[in-house]
């Protein structure tokens, strides 16, 4: 009886810490997901917004902050989704079309990302970052004239000196485009004024230099350039051209090899060390470099022999497999359907594929509503080739259950793969949300 009178007291504090905790659950999870972003956890925070969400679906501030969280890790197909309801939910929020713009053009759909920029203008027309954004979504579209319009406003405006640094950079990059190269020169020194650590800056003058024939001023750039970025392939390249105009073949030599050696498919370093060889009478090299240069050239023309960037099945594989480590194997059940789930596990991890769908067949055959048996069977088909029948697979996983971000991740890379891309892209970002990391590892290198 006294133990009986406890369980009863211990339920009943529980009941009542549970009902106390669920009245602020959904302000403290926005807090977490807040101290997280700024501590750099974006996955922890996407997990923390969202909990919060699915408490209080109509707070717009934090789809904003999850839309920011998802743009930082770099999906911003999810990013622009959580931005939409952020401007449902609030549509005279500036900063959320801002932030939707910078998603959209880092999609490459730049009509729609300077829509949004116009927008974020006409509510907020004194902040500098719209106005730095628009004039850098202008430039990407050739539009160069107006955006040193933008980039001129913002360096008249702005108080902070990396925004005023971003604006004199590309609006030297704007000018040397409309061939304004005097122009371009002194709008690099002065982002060199305000930031001298820039490689970039350096080596932007530098080309600006070497187009009105400055060549000792240019060398001199890419000096800085290479000692700021010794990776800096295209400033070794560059500098190795400058000093062929000053005849200095073998001071081009060693920046035409240092080129080669940081980009081996630098066709242009492999055509200037052919041509200093030649200048310096090896002609056999000269051959053998300029040969290369064709090479290059002749394999970038050919689709068939360069990595597009779209996953390959061997890329496939390994994605997939990512997965497949994680499979578990259940214990003992007298659950018939299990027993053959486990089985064909097994048989797969053996190297029997075959007998593997044969077991989840009869698995998925006793319980129809076996959502984990549906997602092996799919990992198990992609495996051998069959990706239609294995997307079938997934897609009756996430129907079974909505919150199966394996599911979400692999019919996600199997859809990029069959060439959907933007669909598999969705599905690896609602994969992330659901909490499967490792679809951000896609996301950032082929969702961008």
Known sequence: MIMKKFFISLVVAATFVFNAQAQQTAAEYFDIGVNKSKAGDYIGALAAFSQSIAMNPENSTCFFNRGLAKQNLKDHRGAIL??????????????????????????????AALQDFNRAIELNPDASISYLQRGMTRARLQD???????????????????????????????????????????????????????????ASRGSSRLKINDFAGAIKDFDEAVK??????????NRGFSKTKIEDFRGAMNDFDRAISLDPQNVRAFYGRGFC???????KDAVNDLTKSIEINNANMDPKVYYTGRITK???????NVVQERGKINEFSDDRSEAFYTRGLSKYKSGDPKGAIGDLNKSIELNPTYAEAYFYRGLVRSSTGLQKEALQDCSNAIKLNPRYGEAYYVRGIITFALGEEN????DLSRAGELGYSAAYNVIREYCN
Not at 423 to 426: A, L, Q, V, Y
């Open 82 to 111: 959580d931005f939409d309801r952020t401007i449902d939910l609030n549509p005279k929020n500036s900063e959320a079309f801002l932030a939707r713009g910078m998603s959209k053009s880092a999609q490459d759909d730049q009509r």
């Open 144 to 202: 160069y004239r107006r955006s040193i319009e933008d980039f001129t406003k913002v360096i008249e405006t702005a108080t902070e000196d990396g925004t005023k640094y971003q604006a004199y950079y590309s609006r030297g990059i704007c000018k040397a485009r409309l061939d304004d190269y005097q122009g371009s020169i002194q709008d690099f020194s002065k982002s060199i004024d305000l930031n001298p650590k820039r490689s970039q800056s350096f």
């Open 277 to 283: 060889n030649s200048k310096l009478n090896n002609q």
């Open 228 to 237: 700021l970025n010794p990776e800096d392939s295209e400033s070794y390249y």
């Open 314 to 320: 061997n890329i496939l594989d390994d994605l997939r």
């Open 423 to 426: 669909k598999g892209c969705f």
